[in-house]
């Protein structure tokens, strides 16, 4: 666009690259050692609820409108953060198990409800249907769902939605 | 009477987030016609909920008229209610019997009725604070200036406290400690149980401020008597109405406000349509889009003048992972349909935001939701002689304020989206401001307190809230029209005020 404006106030989608330039992104070596959040909130928005909501205290704001920085050793990957995040913007994403899977963990909030074991829609950051995927945990924390799909590994970067058919 | 028969039930059963709690089943009447809505419901929402999207005809080209703001501001929903002509039927709740009537043009005045004889007015003196509207800023005030043990007088248009929170059902963005993390119907409750647990707070809803008068008196109509009110301080929160835009077609059926929209189905439950498309991208529009995905119906996409998405990314994110098309450098070109929206066509923009002929695409919807901004209502303050100004970031009239939130009438405090559009946390944290500004000019209670949290809370506002470059805008328009006490006496110097409050 050529006014300093980032491409993905364009499109409404972010890609790794600029994930990664913001500092956003874990270290391969991190991906692979075991679950991890991924924050995809690049604006400094006036907002610190994933700080207060971690709890391996492994988040930090500089005030309450710096860009969430995770402490990529303490996180566990345990999605708390994920069902808190009001902007939905936070992910899990685990490469660790061998084999031809990673899981994703995405916040959900449409009916019908998830359940583990339901085959869904897997969702690309641009709504396209990137492939089907087998839900293997579920939970809630007020009305938002957590929900961890296995997704083949090369997609563990572009799914970030899940869409339950209905029956 | 042009009125056809209600095509379907509109209401939703089931959502994600919500629990709607309807209350018990009632009958009243649309032209005859008998229509079960529920406790609870406005008139508008149970006649929208039964399929009518028709209440009256305009009087100039008898163009049909419908549901739009929701919130008693832009007057597209009257009807005659139980005779009464020009009722807003969007703010009057629903009752068992009660016979609504199509309006066409304008209405004969009703039979004399006497007067106001039989009818009681109160007068209200001695009273400490009059907040002007019960939303989020509003009941901030009241909280804090009750809790220093002020008494307050909150009159509120809406049968329901908790203004526009109420239908917010995303999780608000913040602190925690400023209700960061909950849902904006979540705070809503909070505040409103905050509030009726004060004994020193009064409550009137169906109320409207309609002036102030000399000596410090304000009049207020209430549901079935008019009140004097004299107040030692004023906190107006009045809040905002929804901008409109210019396009042929713009007054059908089902074009509606995207606050309207949430009304309906976030308040009620209640589908305002089934394939919509949403003009602007900015949060309200992109929050409404995510709100409609919820409910059940199909957004058919956004458009938004701009060559990007005006919304915080975060929210711009979470409709485009579920495919919701933004169409960037586009405009709604007009909306057609016989009685309700059928369509709109959409076209591309140039640089210099001209449509380029040949690029429109019609898009068949049957909702049209209008998301272009907000203008803060300024009209009760501006009476009261309170100097405003235009300041196009903060949507339009504002009044000039201290850092406290006081007008150039002294005593008049402004809160709120009224004090320039911002969102539901800063109103809340200008409630408390105002709210404690009261509190210390009348050497309530506890003063030392009171104006350490209103240091912190004006640092947390304008040093850390503020300083989001997401909300540059908005800070940039309040930085224009906060003065000092010094400016603000040459002010009342120059614009004497004509009513004085804190005395």
């Known amino acids: ?167 | 009477m042009p009125v056809t028969l209600p095509s379907r039930d509109r209401r939703v059963w089931e959502h994600p987030i919500l629990t709607f709690k309807r209350g018990r089943r009632v009958k009243f009447y649309f032209n005859g016609n008998i229509v079960e809505g529920y406790e609870g419901e406005s008139i508008a929402a149970a006649l929208y909920a039964a399929g009518y999207d028709v209440f009256s005809r305009s009087p100039y080209r008898g163009r049909a008229r419908g549901a739009f703001c929701m919130i008693g501001k832009c007057s597209s929903c009257f009807a005659i209610v139980d005779g009464v002509p020009n009722t807003r039927t969007c703010v009057e709740p629903v009752r068992d019997g009660v016979k609504v009537e199509f309006q066409e043009g304008l209405a004969e005045i009703p039979p004399a009725t006497g007067g106001l004889e039989g009818k009681e007015e109160e007068v209200i003196e001695g009273v400490d604070v009059l907040v002007i509207g019960g939303g989020p800023a509003g009941l901030a005030a009241a909280i804090a200036a009750a809790k220093h043990g002020l008494s307050v007088l909150i009159i509120n248009e809406h049968f329901k406290l908790g203004g526009q929170l109420i239908k917010q059902t995303h999780k608000f963005f913040g602190s925690k400690d400023l209700f960061g993390g909950l849902r904006g119907f979540q705070v809503a409750e909070e505040l409103e149980s905050k509030v009726r647990s004060m004994r020193n707070v009064r409550v009137l809803l169906q109320a409207t401020a309609y002036g102030f008068f000399r000596g410090g008196w304000v009049g207020v109509a209430g549901k079935d008597r008019l009140y004097r009110v004299r107040p030692r301080f004023v906190i107006a929160a009045p809040g905002a109405a929804e901008r409109h835009l210019a396009f042929p077609g713009n007054d059908l059926p089902g074009v509606m406000g995207a606050g309207g929209a949430q009304t309906l189905m976030n308040e009620y439950g209640i589908l305002p349509g089934n394939e919509v498309l949403v003009v602007g991208s900015g949060n309200v529009g992109v929050i409404v889009s995510y709100q409609l995905l919820q409910a059940g119906a199909k957004v058919k996409g956004i458009v938004e003048i701009l060559p990007y998405i005006g919304a915080w990314f975060v929210h711009a994110a979470k409709i485009r992972r579920y495919g919701i098309k933004v169409y960037t450098r586009h405009t709604i070109k007009e909306v057609w349909g016989r009685d309700r929206v059928e369509g709109a066509t959409i076209v591309r923009v140039d640089e210099h935001f001209k449509p380029v002929p040949g690029s429109e695409v019609d898009i068949p919807c049957d909702l049209v939701l209008i998301a272009v901004g907000l203008t803060p209502d300024t009209r009760l303050l501006a009476q009261a002689g309170a100097v405003v100004t235009w300041v196009p970031e903060l949507g339009g009239l504002v009044p000039i304020r201290t850092k406290y939130l006081e007008t150039s009438v002294p005593g008049l405090f402004v809160a709120g989206d009224a004090s320039g559009i911002e969102e539901a946390t800063t109103a809340m944290i200008e409630g408390e401001i105002a709210g404690l500004s009261t509190v210390i000019k009348a050497g309530a209670d506890d003063v030392g307190s009171a104006a350490e949290r209103r240091e912190a809370l004006l640092k947390f506002l304008w040093d850390e809230y503020r300083a989001s470059p997401v909300v540059a805008k908005a800070k940039a328009g309040k930085l224009k029209v906060t003065v000092d006490e010094d400016e603000m006496r040459r002010i009342r110097e120059s614009n004497p005020p004509p009513v004085r409050f804190g005395s």
Request: aromatic letters at 4%.
């Open chain 1, 1 to 167: 666009m050529g006014s300093g404006i980032p491409s993905y106030k364009e499109t409404g989608i972010i890609t790794v690259e600029e994930l990664k330039h913001l500092g956003l992104m874990p270290p391969e070596e991190r991906l692979t050692r075991g679950p991890v959040a991924i924050p995809e909130c690049p604006e400094e928005i006036p907002c610190n609820i994933c700080v207060v909501s971690c709890p391996q205290h492994a988040i930090s704001i500089e005030g309450i409108k710096g860009l969430p920085r995770i402490d990529w050793d303490k996180c566990v990957g345990c999605g708390v953060c994920v069902a808190k995040c009001p902007g939905l913007a936070i992910f899990v994403v685990d490469l660790s198990k061998p084999g031809e899977h990673a899981y994703v963990t995405v916040p959900h909030e449409f009916l019908p409800a998830p359940k583990v074991g339901d085959v869904v829609d897997l969702l690309s950051r641009e709504g396209e249907v990137v492939g089907r995927g087998e839900v293997v945990k579920v939970w809630e924390s007020n009305r938002t769902w957590v929900v961890t799909v296995r997704v083949p590994r090369e997609l563990a970067m572009e799914v970030r939605g899940v869409w339950v058919r209905k029956e």
